[in-house]
């Protein structure tokens, strides 16, 4: 309730009126005033979704396949390019689905090594491989 001194200095029919008039009169910037609101928040949607999809994308771009991992790794052994070879041939032969497992155990490089040699290959036998990679499993596991 308002203190009675000020109420009754306030004229309600002259404050109504400017109301009434404020709000009853037409606006000639409302539509341009309703589509720069709507431009702005669409503005604003395409901006965030820009920005998820950067960020994706990114994400994406940290990821290696099993393949593409391998042949990092291989590139930073710092082996010759016959070893190189060898080593992807053995990968891509025996199918491995982690082939830098491989490069970590001596045991599934062993393994590896024996189904590749025990399988055919298009010009034969593959046995006279194996001297090639018990060469490589030296440089690979004792250093040398």
Known sequence: MMPPYLAEG???SYYLRSLHQHFSSPNPN????????VVLIASLLVAAWLA???????GEQGEMSPAALYRYTLARLHLSA????WLWRLAKTVRIPHPTALLISPELYDEAVKRFCESSGLLGSRKRAESQFTAIR???FTGQ
């Open 52 to 58: 998820w999809r950067w960020q994706r994308w990114r």
């Open 82 to 85: 016959g070893d190189v070879w």
């Open 138 to 140: 030296a440089r690979l």
């Open 10 to 12: 306030i004229n309600r």
């Open 30 to 37: 409302l539509w341009i005033e309703i589509l720069l609101g």
